[in-house]
T-cell receptor, first 115, second 115 residues
Framework: AQKVTQAQTEISVVEKEDVTLDCVYE???????LFWYKQPPSGELVFLIR??????QNEISGRYSWNFQKSTSSFNFTITASQVVDSAVYFC????????????FGAGTRLFVKA | SAVISQKPSRDICQRGTSLTIQCQVD?????MFWYRQQPGQSLTLIAT?????????ESGFVIDKFPISRPNLTFSTLTVSNMSPEDSSIYLC????????????FGPGTRLTVL
């Protein structure tokens, strides 16, 4: 069965600090996708990144970077030089082939960035 | 990504009544899903909406309570039946298949309050 664990419930940082959001997943499938979504206070879910199980290359997009490590079943998300606009709930999610590619979500990490 | 719209965006309903939520996508998609997000919680998958056949429900969700229709590749409805205050949540429509099954996009959500 698929499972996503985000152990950090809330994180509070001061603007310009770097912050890493942890995500650990469980799956028995060899073909799966991992995602990060952002949910700002307005409520909409914003897609940030997708990674498939065959591509462990880390990715950087501006101030955002992602570290995918199959050996530890982790897909961590780092925000560099955080800004107040980064304040949101961040969800890690998993979609596996044997589950019909339906996506399940972790509990989410609420990030507060203070000015 | 597709443009996904939901109607209504919010509603306040009385206990014992039913509400039907509509989801419209501006292009054909392979898969459509309905999620529930209770206050301060993560997203929970209710069901996969199957075109022309009965929806596939997740554990804990039943058709009598959450009937779903999907008459074509761009439209689906979710009904919340015989509502109670515990049904107060955000209900989100989600789609996959715009360019493969690898990324899931979400509608803006319907915020339901049951008195």
């Amino acid at each position: 069965a698929q499972k996503v664990t985000q152990a950090q419930t809330e994180i509070s940082v001061v603007e310009k600090e770097d912050v890493t959001l942890d995500c650990v997943y469980e799956t028995r499938d060899t073909t799966y996708y991992l995602f990060w979504y952002k949910q700002p206070p307005s409520g909409e879910l914003v897609f940030l990144i997708r990674r498939n199980s065959f591509d462990e290359q880390n990715e950087i997009s501006g101030r955002y970077s992602w570290n995918f490590q199959k050996s530890t079943s982790s897909f961590n998300f780092t925000i560099t030089a955080s800004q107040v606009v980064d304040s949101a709930v961040y969800f890690c999610a998993l979609s596996e082939r044997t589950g019909g590619f339906k996506t399940i979500f972790g509990a989410g990490t609420r990030l507060f960035v203070k000015a | 990504s597709a443009v996904i719209s939901q109607k209504p965006s919010r509603d306040i309903c009385q206990r014992g009544t039913s509400l039907t939520i509509q989801c419209q996508v501006d292009s054909q998609v392979t898969m459509m899903f309905w999620y529930r997000q209770q206050p301060g919680q993560s997203l929970t998958l209710i069901a996969t909406a199957n075109q022309g056949s009965e929806a596939t429900y997740e554990s804990g969700f039943v058709i009598d309570k959450f009937p779903i229709s999907r008459p074509n590749l761009t439209f689906s409805t979710l009904t919340v039946s015989n509502m109670s205050p515990e049904d107060s949540s955000i209900y989100l429509c989600s789609v996959k298949g715009l360019a493969g099954l690898d990324t899931q996009y979400f509608g803006p959500g319907t915020r339901l309050t049951v008195l």
